[in-house]
């Protein structure tokens, strides 16, 4: 150990150099400094979420219960209360039930919704006994589930060409309401194009500007400026 101004050595457990009186730093036996920051972590805030989700669950559950008792004591059978009960289902878990989750994943709950919609359809069909549901409902809503799914999952993953993927998406929707038109004709009859022209024609113009746009740099600067992309 050697003094820090003048260089003498000095003993162990000196504190002082005899030399020049400069006190002794010994960077081994130092105290440490003390941390200009608390070791403790705050406290997470408390969610206001849960009470408010609780009690619209409770509020369903209590709507879906008093139409079964109702439609139990005056008809003797569940006659309208199961739509009621299937609705208040599909609101829970389509609208509610994600919010439980600190982290939600639409991957998971958006074809989830679309599939429970498909039986709350199911049953509609089959009590009232039509014949609509695998030529018409089952078609029409796995084709709206499957664009907003990949529409979720092009947005979500990617940040890039969003120009791209927003006309690639408004032309797949335009080409999709021929096939529900399609779909109507097989269940309900009628003509074939009679109104999805329009549609197929108004989506099929703006993405294919959208996509003009993404491939030309100034005009994909200017609309992601303007459009805050």
């Not at 499957?146 to 120009?163: C, D, P």
Request: proline content about 7%; overall charge positive.
């Amino acid at each position: 150990m050697y003094c820090v101004k003048c260089g003498v050595r000095l003993q162990e457990g000196t504190q002082r150099c005899p030399l020049c009186q400069t006190p002794v730093w010994d960077p081994e036996g130092a105290a440490p400094a003390a941390p200009t920051f608390s070791d403790r972590y705050p406290p997470p805030p408390k969610s206001r979420r849960y009470p408010i989700l609780a009690f619209l669950t409770a509020l369903l559950v209590a709507v879906s219960l008093s139409a079964l008792i109702f439609c139990l004591t005056n008809y003797h059978r569940t006659a309208w209360s199961g739509y009621v009960m299937l609705g208040c289902a599909l609101l829970y878990f389509a609208g509610i039930f994600p919010f439980w989750f600190e982290r939600r994943e639409p991957l998971i709950f958006v074809p989830l919704a679309f599939v429970l919609l498909c039986g709350y359809l199911l049953y509609i069909c089959l009590y009232t006994g039509g014949h609509w549901f695998l030529s018409f409902a089952f078609p029409v809503t796995m084709l709206a589930g499957l664009l907003t799914t990949a529409s979720v999952a092009l947005f979500r993953f990617g940040k890039r060409r969003r120009l791209l993927k927003t006309g690639s998406l408004l032309i797949a929707i335009g080409c999709s309401t021929m096939l529900i038109e399609l779909f109507l004709c097989i269940s309900f009859g009628g003509k074939m194009f009679t109104w999805s022209l329009y549609p197929v024609c108004a989506f099929s113009v703006v993405g294919l500007f959208l996509i003009l746009c993404g491939l030309i740099p100034p005009w994909r600067e200017y609309l992601e400026r303007k459009l805050f992309l």
